[in-house]
């Protein structure tokens, strides 16, 4: 018990850090970073990079691995700093975001960051991507799995529909969509830009296995993960209920926080409240 | 590899769903991908095969040319067929974004390109999809004379590391190849020469320019054809020879005129400082109906008659 209190609370600590990053990298990038998905992702990147994907960043390209496809390309600065920690780059990179010749800028780049499956940033492109890896990995019967995150604003592109379809269509249960579901677009929240209530129902009439979770709480998401149902060939998707912001107390559930660059003022109390969280973290 | 008899006097789709299965046999790396159109596109023969390797996406072009992008990342080759409208306007985002961005060897064989669902009418007409292609960092484009080519062609792209972009007719081409000879990506084959003219084509264009130079030697015109069959990356030696070897040029494309071949010959002319007489023949920008294939080509002059006619006419003007 006492190994599993100190991963959940090290998992904690990450998702902590990579939230000192994203709003670190606000404060110091000019440009300003997509703070809001990236704060409210920080507990699934910990999860995923931490404890559930088997990728090896002496290796990233080893062929048994896992592969993650992160959709929404513009919480790059959320990836770029789990990634960092894990070992794919350096954590000075972080320094370097947006700048002439740095891996790290606000969409994905494949070419720039080792580890990265496929460049994203443009939405409703990362699930069909997904969808093929995963018919690949079927016909190979290889054993490596396909992660896909994606927002919920992102779902309003059709093309996540084509390929949630297909998903199910082809039985690919080697496929994990994590489910960004903090209710909010950069125009406003999504029940109001463009409504997807009864969204878990909708998710689940396309044939897909549905499993929702506090997105912030690292226990469920490990128990999400861990949720295998064998012998069951649907998709899986865990909806990651989770808060835009997340950590910020002035970001969080607002539409600007979508993008900003933070005053230095603004980002010292931002870091003075996850300095907190983090003394709390037991 | 297929006796070359059997690919004489057919479609490039048909010459091209030969192929694909012939190669798919002998490499279990090659996929196959369609909207919903795996017989227009000629998947029946690769089906039949390894029906395990092609890949149903129903109706929703955006999806499979994602997937495409995922099987190629994971070790296939991908061949993603649909219609050219649909390859080159519904999915462009996914094929520049997804498979172009990220060098991947996806071959795009669209089909029915140019007015070749000629009943179809502007729906269904590919008029622009050259124009999209050629201008997607990376991408090979390549628009077959006749099955015969077509065959040469599909297996060439077989080696590329990168993306490809193959324009398939529905109409059976006028036969301009009756010997199999290996395709060579980038070099234009120079079928006929002729002091007067050069007819620069792609596609079926250039068995028409063909019959289109025959009609114009009872003008005392001499009239030359390339074929043109890499739009991208173009021939830059091969135009500027046929700029040497004759007094005129013109491109003939059913594409608009705007960002097809003639835009890309009229882009070495002019960077090279080369002053002649050139015309660029194609839809002229506009959309266009439907009728019989055999009526359209007459309607638009993209048959020998409406060739040689249109040449006429140009080179009365120099």
Redesign the interface.
């Known amino acids: 018990m006492a190994e599993d209190d100190k991963r959940i609370r090290d998992l904690r600590l990450m998702a902590n850090t990579i939230r000192v990053d994203i709003v670190t990298t606000a404060r110091d990038c000019a440009e300003g970073v997509h703070a809001g998905g990236s704060l409210s992702l920080a507990e699934v990147l910990s999860v995923l990079f931490f404890s559930e994907l088997k990728v090896n960043p002496k290796d990233p390209k080893d062929p048994n691995r896992d592969r993650l496809v992160l959709s929404k390309g513009h919480a790059n600065i959320g990836l770029s700093s789990a990634m960092a920690h894990r070992g794919f780059f350096s954590v000075d990179e972080l320094k370097r975001f947006d700048q002439l010749g740095a891996p790290l800028s606000m969409h994905v780049d494949m070419h720039r960051m080792p580890g990265v499956e496929i460049s994203s940033g443009s939405l409703g492109h990362g699930l069909p991507v997904a969808v093929g890896m995963a018919l690949a990995g079927k016909l190979d019967k290889a054993p490596w799995r396909v992660f896909a995150i994606v927002s919920d604003g992102e779902i309003m592109e059709g093309s996540c529909w084509e390929a949630m379809m297909a998903a199910a269509h082809y039985k690919l249960n080697n496929l994990t969509m994590v489910m960004d579901r903090n209710r909010f677009c950069l125009d406003g929240p999504t029940e109001t830009i463009m409504s997807l209530e009864p969204f878990e129902d909708k998710l689940r009439a396309f044939g897909w296995r549905v499993i929702s979770v506090d997105g912030h709480d690292v226990v469920a998401l490990l128990k999400a993960f861990a949720d295998k149902a064998p012998g069951d060939d649907r998709p899986r998707v865990i909806v990651c209920n989770t808060v835009k912001g997340k950590g910020v107390s002035f970001l969080e559930n607002t539409a600007g926080a979508h993008f900003t660059q933070l005053k230095p003022d603004k980002a010292a109390i931002a870091l003075e409240e996850l300095a907190a969280a983090r003394a709390a973290i037991k | 590899m297929i006796d070359t008899e059997k690919l004489i006097g057919i479609s490039s789709r048909d010459a091209f769903g030969l192929t694909l299965a012939d190669l798919a046999q002998n490499d279990p790396r090659i ?1 196959a991908l369609t909207a919903d159109l795996a017989a227009s596109v000629r998947l029946a023969d690769m089906i039949k095969i390894a029906p ?2 092609v ?1 149903n ?2 109706i ?1 072009e ?15 080759i ?1 061949f993603v067929t649909t219609f050219a409208v649909f390859a080159s306007l519904r999915a462009a ?2 094929a520049r ?2 498979i172009a ?2 060098s991947l060897p996806v071959r795009i064989c669209a089909s029915h390109g140019g007015f070749g669902l000629a009943v179809g009418g502007a729906t269904h007409h590919a008029l622009e999809d050259i124009a999209i292609y050629r201008n997607m960092p990376g991408m090979t484009v390549i628009v077959p004379a006749d099955g015969v080519e077509a065959s040469a062609a599909v297996r060439a792209v077989m080696d590329l590391p990168g993306p490809s972009y193959i324009r398939l007719s529905r109409p059976t081409e006028p036969t301009v190849y009756t010997t199999y000879e290996p395709f060579a990506i980038g070099k234009a084959r120079r079928v006929t020469t002729g002091k007067d003219l050069t007819f620069i084509a792609y596609g079926g264009s250039v068995g028409y320019s063909l019959n289109a130079a025959e009609l114009l030697k009872a003008d005392g015109i001499h009239a030359g054809v390339v074929d043109m069959a890499t739009i991208k990356p173009l021939d830059i030696d091969a135009v500027l020879e046929a700029a040497k070897n004759s007094s005129a040029i013109m491109t003939v494309e059913e594409h608009n005129i705007i960002g097809g071949l003639g835009t890309a010959v009229a882009e070495v002319l002019a960077e090279a400082g080369v002053a002649i007489p050139f015309k660029r023949h194609g839809i002229y920008d506009h959309f266009t109906t439907a009728a019989p294939y055999p009526e359209l080509l007459a309607l638009y002059k993209m048959d020998a008659n409406g060739i040689a006619g249109t040449a006429r006419e140009f080179l009365k003007k120099h």
């Open positions: 996929v395990e390797r890949f996406f129903g929703a955006q999806d499979m040319m994602g997937a495409a992008a995922g099987l190629a990342l994971s070790g296939k991908p985002e996914q974004t997804d961005y990220n």
